[in-house]
């Protein structure tokens, strides 16, 4: 079964990722080349992924 999403659901669904996004890249930001927030080596991968997110 094919389940049709319609526009202001979709619009909806899109502010809350580009929400999620910006919080990420709020709090996984570079301190001096590791993630602030989980110590790994900066950009780190969920860094990378929001960016692309908000990037679309």
């Not at 049709?4 to 996004?21: G, K, R």
């Not at 990420?24 to 990378?48: K, Q, S, Y």
């Amino acid at each position: 079964m094919v389940e049709t999403v319609t526009v202001p659901e979709a619009s909806s669904e899109i502010d809350a990722l580009h929400q999620l996004a910006t919080v990420v890249l709020n709090e996984h930001t570079d301190d001096r080349g590791l993630c602030a927030a989980c110590g790994c080596a900066f950009p780190c991968e969920r860094a990378v992924l929001a960016e692309h997110n908000l990037a679309l």
